[in-house]
C-alpha cells in the first residue's frame, strides 16, 4: 500500500504544471529496486519555520508579505485543481494538506506548493481506508473533521486557516486533544482578522473570512 501510494504522489504532481508548485522531474525504481522520486530543489524554507521565527524574534508579519505568500500559494493550489492528464481529461485534484508545512518560500520570493502524497485524484490507483483521516488535524476543513466527501473548497478553507494564522500570529483552531480540535473545526466562531490586529484592511478581512466560511 505505501508502495502505491508513493507512487501515486509522483504521477500526480507529474501532470501539474505551475511555478507555484513544486515540480517533480523522475520517479521510479532503481536497479536494486528502491523507489525514487526526483523533485525539483527549493533553497528557502518552509512557511512553518518562516512563522516559527518571527515569533522567536517577536516580529510580526507584515500584512502585505502575508498577502503576497497567500496569493502565490492560491495560484498553485487553483492550477492543481485544474490539472488534466494528457488526455485532457480533469484529474480533480485536491490536495488536503496545504498546512504550513507544505507551503515553501525561496530565498527570490517565490512561493511553492509542495507534499501531493495524500492528494485526492481521479487517477490513484490506491483508495484511501474508509473514514481514515488525512490532514494535520488543526489544518482540517469541516468536511474532513466529519468524514464527508471533499472537493477544492476544502483546499481553500485550508489555506483561510493558514493566512488567519500567518495574519494574527496565533493558532486558530488549539485544542488539547484530538476531539477539541476537531470540534473547533467544525463549530468554532471564527474571530475576524482585523478585531485581532488592527492594520489588517477590511477587505482583506472579509476575504480570509470567506475562504473560512463553513457553507
Avoid at 43 to 60: C, H, V
Avoid at 101 to 129: C, P, W, Y
Avoid at 169 to 184: I, N, P, Y
Amino acid at each position: 500500500r505505501f508502495v502505491s501510494m508513493f507512487l501515486d504522489e509522483g504521477r500526480i504532481a507529474a501532470n501539474i504544471s505551475s511555478p507555484n508548485v513544486v515540480s517533480t522531474l523522475d520517479l521510479g525504481r532503481a536497479d536494486d529496486r528502491s523507489l525514487f522520486l526526483v523533485m525539483e530543489l527549493v533553497t528557502g524554507a518552509s512557511l512553518a519555520a518562516i512563522i516559527r521565527e518571527a515569533g522567536l524574534r517577536q516580529e510580526r508579519i507584515s500584512v502585505e508579505m502575508a498577502v503576497e505568500i497567500i496569493a502565490q500559494a492560491a495560484v498553485g493550489l487553483h492550477d492543481a485543481h485544474e490539472a488534466t492528464a494528457p488526455s485532457g481529461e480533469p484529474l480533480g485534484i485536491i490536495h488536503r494538506d496545504c498546512s504550513p508545512h507544505n507551503i515553501l518560500v525561496d530565498v527570490s520570493g517565490h512561493v511553492k506548493i509542495t507534499d501531493f502524497g495524500i492528494a485526492k485524484a481521479m487517477e490513484r490507483q490506491t483508495q484511501s481506508v474508509a473514514g481514515e483521516m488525512k490532514g494535520k488535524l488543526a489544518y482540517l476543513s469541516p468536511e474532513q473533521a466529519r468524514g464527508l466527501p471533499v472537493d477544492r473548497r476544502c483546499d481553500v478553507f485550508i489555506l483561510g486557516i493558514v493566512a488567519w494564522e500567518m495574519i494574527a500570529q496565533a493558532r486558530l483552531f488549539d485544542g488539547s486533544s484530538a476531539v477539541e480540535v476537531l470540534h473547533k473545526v467544525s463549530s468554532m466562531p471564527i474571530p475576524r482578522l482585523d478585531a485581532m490586529r488592527p492594520d489588517v484592511p477590511a477587505r482583506i478581512a472579509d476575504a480570509v473570512a470567506q475562504a473560512l466560511a463553513r457553507e
